[in-house]
């Protein structure tokens, strides 16, 4: 009876040793079951409200440190509960932590990406290319941003595990239209700079085969370059391209003009053309009366010609000699003298006033008032020559220029 009851007390006690690991147990996963609870909530906050496949704005990098240690601090700590009783709830737990750390692996990389993302366009002005939901696509890239590092930040997005467990929303193609971005600047960039440097030949000396249409169109693919940089050097390269073809017209025109007695004038798109000078009548006239063998009055009647003479209506014997006798009057068979004729004298011009003095313009060609407007503010972007006419009778005199857009 000793040993039973000593057997029976035993049971109860380990029973009893058993219930209290059993309640410990259940306490333990009931606190990490709270803990894991907030280490979700943690990385829930450092998600956006509206589409929490966003980031949050302004995300710090302490706010992923407090929760990369809470994770290494729970794995570390947990203690290894194997009792039966508690075992379907302990590998649900172990199965949340393991969620909750792929999801904040998830969380670092897209912090990584959108790090990597911002440093492919400018920092001017402290702006950035995302944040928070927040998405810029009129940045300028950096200088010498090359294809390869874009590349890169495509083949980040693309990690399956990565996108897994990013909640669904709009930030995937939001990193994809920054990239697309960027990656036709720089495209843009480098067939520029190809175009332009076919322009000079090996001694790196600009040519003036070059179209005037050519020039224009990359001109303005140039100004439309968001990176300052890029647009400077190849700005320059053009003006250097620009000058030697403006050259080239110019003389070919003078030349003409020379040969032609014209007049070389520069247009508003900066192509030359010659005028012809045409003498200007000063509106006088004069009347010449072509005459045989004496004279003759306008509006004179019809003759006819009797005994070698010149008679009118009157007929007579001998008739007008052809000469001229009494006084220089024409005498006819009848013993009539006709007058004498007086020539009408020539209209006096009038006088002319003084020729009219032009005002001078700024600048004489088109090119020079080009050039100036780009000196005149280093922060122009587009300069439009224009033309200077004469107010009081409407003749172009010269150049002048207006800054139509800066970088400011």
């Known amino acids: 009876m000793l040993v039973t009851g000593g057997a029976i007390g035993g049971k109860v006690y380990a029973d ?28 829930e906050v450092l998600r956006d409200k509206k589409d929490q496949s966003y980031l949050i704005k302004d995300i710090k990098q302490t706010d992923l440190d407090d929760i990369s240690k809470n994770i290494e601090s729970f794995k570390k700590d947990r203690k290894s509960l194997e009792l039966q009783e508690v075992e379907k709830d302990n590998k649900v737990n172990i199965t949340r932590v393991n969620e909750a750390e792929k999801s904040f692996d998830g969380l670092n990389k897209q912090v990584e990406i959108q790090k990597q993302v911002n440093a492919l366009f400018s920092t001017e002005g402290n702006k950035t290319a995302i944040n928070g939901s927040e998405v810029n696509l009129e940045l300028a890239i950096k200088d010498e941003l090359a294809l390869s590092e874009i590349e890169k930040v495509v083949k980040a997005t693309k990690d399956k595990d990565l996108l897994a467990v990013i909640p669904s929303g709009k930030w995937e193609q939001s990193i994809e239209e920054l990239t697309n ?39 303005k693919r140039i100004n439309s370059l968001k990176n300052k940089k890029a647009k400077e050097e190849l700005s320059v390269k053009w003006q250097q391209v620009n000058k030697v073809v403006v050259d080239k017209e110019k003389a070919e025109a003078e030349k003409k003009a020379k040969a032609t007695g014209g007049k070389v004038e520069q247009k508003a798109d900066g192509s030359f053309e010659v005028k012809e000078q045409v003498a200007t009548n ?18 004179e009647q019809s003759t006819t010609n009797n005994g070698g003479g010149y008679t009118g209506q009157n007929q007579g014997g001998s008739g007008s000699t052809g000469g001229n006798s009494n006084g220089g009057g024409n005498q006819g068979g009848d013993g009539q003298v006709t007058p004498p004729v007086n020539p009408t004298p020539p209209t006096e011009p009038k006088p002319q006033p003084p020729a009219h003095v032009h005002i001078t313009a700024p600048y004489a060609t088109w090119q020079q008032a080009y050039d100036a407007g780009l000196r005149s503010n280093s922060n122009a972007r587009e300069v439009q020559p224009i033309e200077v006419h004469c107010p009081e009778d409407g003749v172009m005199v010269g150049w002048d220029f207006i800054i139509t857009a800066t970088w400011d």
Do not use: C
């Not at 690991?21 to 990385?43: C, G, H, P, R, W």
């Open 16 to 43: 009893s040793v058993h219930q209290k690991k059993v309640t410990e147990a259940i306490e333990t996963l009931k606190t990490e079951n709270k803990s894991i609870d907030n280490l979700y909530q943690s990385m």
């Open 181 to 219: 971005v960027a990656s036709k600047q720089v495209k843009e960039i480098e067939e520029l700079t190809q175009i332009v440097a076919k322009w000079f030949n090996k001694e790196n000396k600009p040519l003036d085969t070059v179209k005037r249409d050519d020039l224009k169109a990359i001109e």
């Open 282 to 299: 000063n509106g006088n006239s004069e009347t010449n009366t072509s005459t045989t063998g004496g004279n003759t009055t306008p509006n």
